[in-house]
């Protein structure tokens, strides 16, 4: 059994609806008929407020209302123009939500200890250390060097003693004290990359759990990530390499999209056998790159870990927290449907991903003091009003794999392939 959130409308015109929720999701409450829940009454915000939902956490976030949002009648934000902060309210069993006249009242259901037991995934014997000072130990690797650092742990690259291959270690230190439930939960989630296969794909090679910290083993990528390159080359990238790399990315959505994954939460809520994984992170920061040559193999990275992190409430952050830096390749559609978020997200981030290859610009002009209501609100800009010289041709392409009215035109990776593909003889 999950912790379990249920919201009741007990006035206004959903008065007497219920809504549950047992697993992590964005809700967002407005006028707007694309809403999760749609209110139709005029004196609500077209996107008027969002519910961060991870049980049994849960918060609220005003989105720059007029009428403002409140929490047991205490106002939490409305639209101020010069009010920048972000409107957000930790939400407790009992409490109740206003928009107006219509009302919420929300109620946190939390496991026993009985149902605190998660089936647990097979967990590495490796041995793994920190010392106080200097690099980690990882029984059977050699580690060479830090190759980053971070708020939650460090990237250090290792050698393999028996084969002499170069893989990348990852830490991640719990922000929170661990129970054994958010244990599994993590490792379970990490299974499903582990199963992920491919050459477009960065391989997890092993993980597990020691000392406190959670580690891995994944495929080292020698030329860094596309933002390194990008920087390399004066913060763009031409357009035959910008369409290479994205291609390969497409193609490791496509495969990951219809791979078998071993821990699917199937109807009726039992965890099994099931197809397909979306990223739903997919950015520059994400697209790793191995030199071959003169040439690049791309590789899509970050399968899963920072969400699953999230999801067993290991980080301290929430859905939104993680999200502030990573909206600006984030479609519509997932800021509304996070939950049942399908792979359509992913080849929009591509396209997201392209745009921002070829011109160092976001596809949208992020001017609202609150990010989340931008992605919700406004387009993105025609790729030509960021750069003129990009092909008429090419340009169209790009601004219509990244149109969301009334929904994403390009619903699957190879679709989107094929496009580029296509132009790609036609640019000059």
């Known amino acids: 059994m999950q912790p379990k959130i249920t919201l009741t409308a ?32 005029n004196t609500i915000s077209r996107h008027h407020c969002q519910l961060d939902i991870n049980p049994p956490e849960v918060r609220v976030c005003d989105l720059n209302s007029l009428l403002g949002t409140r929490v047991n009648g205490k106002l939490i934000g409305k639209r101020n123009h010069h009010e920048s902060k972000r409107k957000v309210c930790q939400l407790q069993d009992g409490d109740e939500i206003s928009l107006g006249n219509h009302v919420f009242r929300l109620k946190i259901e939390l496991i026993s200890e009985a149902d605190e037991i998660i089936a647990p995934v097979p967990i590495s014997a490796t041995e793994f250390s920190i010392p106080s000072t200097g690099l980690p130990t990882i029984e059977g690797y050699t580690t060479l060097k830090l190759l980053g650092k971070g708020g939650m742990g460090a990237v250090y690259l290792v050698r393999h003693n028996e084969t002499g291959e170069e893989m990348a270690l990852k830490t991640l230190l719990p922000q929170i004290a661990v129970n054994q439930r958010g244990i599994n939960l993590f490792l379970r989630e990490i299974e499903n990359t582990k199963a992920l296969h491919h050459p477009h794909v960065v391989e997890l090679r092993d993980h597990g759990y020691c000392n406190g910290m959670f580690f891995f083993t994944l495929e080292y990528c020698n030329g860094g990530t596309v933002v390194d390159l990008m920087q390399s080359k004066g913060g763009c990238l031409s357009i035959s390499e910008a369409i290479s790399i994205i291609v390969q990315v497409l193609d490791g959505l496509h495969y990951a999209h219809q791979a078998e994954i071993p821990y699917v939460r199937l109807a009726g809520g039992k965890i099994g056998k099931g197809r397909g994984l979306v990223h739903r992170d ?14 690049y193999t791309a590789k899509v990275g970050d399968y899963g870990l920072a969400k699953a992190f999230d999801q067993a409430g290991l980080s301290g952050f929430s859905h939104t927290d993680r999200s502030a830096g ?103």
């Open 10 to 41: 007990t006035a206004g015109t959903q008065q007497g609806q219920q809504f549950t929720f047992d697993s992590p999701t964005i809700y967002t409450i407005g006028r707007n008929p694309e809403c999760n829940i749609y209110l139709d009454d």
């Open 282 to 295: 997919l950015k520059p920061n994400n697209i790793f790159l191995c030199c071959q040559g003169d040439g």
């Open 326 to 428: 990573t909206l600006e390749f984030m479609s519509k559609q997932q800021a509304l449907n996070f939950k049942y978020a399908e792979p359509d997200v992913d080849v929009w981030a591509a396209a997201a991903c392209l745009y921002y290859l070829l011109t160092g610009c976001y596809p949208r002009d992020f001017c609202e003091s609150e990010p989340r209501l931008t992605v919700l609100e406004v387009p993105a800009v025609p790729i030509r009003q960021r750069d003129a010289s990009i092909p008429e041709c090419l340009a169209n392409l790009i601004d219509l794999a990244l149109r969301e009215t009334p929904g994403i035109y390009f619903r699957n990776a190879v679709a989107l392939k094929r496009a580029l593909l296509s132009v790609v003889s036609l640019v000059p």
